[in-house]
């Protein structure tokens, strides 16, 4: 059975670090490309991006290149997504997602909550 | 970046009465290999999205067969033959022919 288990809710402060984490299992992690989409409060989906685990091959929406990092540890069957300086508008939930053979999502993580305030 | 628009962007509906949805895009979704990457989604209230149906028409596994898509190169219709009460929330297309990969803005669908 394909799961992918997001880490928990994190609440920081303006300017702090954050890494949350996606956690596979159940099929190949290497060979399928994982995204991470974005959904503000109220507010619909938003790709961020994706990456290929194999060999970390990383790819970022214009909208959100250089904002965030997305990451693999292939060792652990694990993607990540980390800030170096939030900002409240970071506050979201972020969804994992495995993309499927022709590019749709077909498996998604439970959500992780990021909330940014002072 | 490719644009969808998406209509109506709520959608009361009546338990057993058929229901669809509208999907638009900026540009052709027709690759040149043949297929049409449009895929869509359904979010339950409190819940993550999950696949509906993928390359504009194909049913995703597990997913009633009351859900179809319909359309080619920019127009696209998601149909419920017969709603039920368990299908509300908010239904998104997505175009996964170019990234990056953009999302509509979403149908909230409710019982009336």
């Known amino acids: 059975e394909v799961q992918l288990v997001q880490s928990g809710a994190e609440v920081r402060k303006p300017g702090e670090s954050v890494k949350i984490s996606c956690k596979t299992s159940g099929y190949s992690f290497n060979t399928y490309w994982i995204a991470w989409v974005r959904q503000m409060p109220g507010k619909g989906l938003e790709w961020m991006g994706l990456?290929?685990?194999?060999?970390?091959?990383?790819r970022y929406s214009p909208s959100f290149e250089g904002q965030v990092t997305i990451s693999a540890d292939k060792s652990i069957n694990t993607a990540y997504l980390q800030w170096s300086g939030l900002k409240a508008s970071d506050t979201a939930m972020y969804y994992c997602a495995r993309h499927g053979t022709d590019w749709y999502l077909d498996f998604w993580g439970q959500g992780s909550l990021v909330t940014v305030s002072s | 970046d490719i644009v969808l628009t998406q209509s109506p962007l709520s959608l009361p509906v009546t338990p057993g009465e058929p229901a669809s949805i509208s999907c638009r895009s900026s540009q052709s979704l027709l690759h040149s290999n043949g297929n049409t990457y449009l895929d869509w989604y359904l979010q339950k209230p409190g819940q993550s999205p999950q696949l509906l149906i993928f390359?504009?028409?194909d049913r995703a596994s597990g997913v009633p067969d009351r859900f179809s898509g319909s359309g080619s190169g920019t127009d696209f219709t998601l149909t419920i033959s017969r709603v039920e009460a368990e299908d509300v929330g908010v239904y998104y297309c997505?175009?996964?022919?170019?990234?990056?990969?953009?999302f509509g803005p979403g149908t909230k669908v409710d019982i009336k």
């Open positions: 390359l504009g028409s």
């Open positions: 997505m175009q996964a022919l170019q990234p990056p990969f953009t």
């Open positions: 990456i290929y685990p194999d060999d970390s091959d990383t």
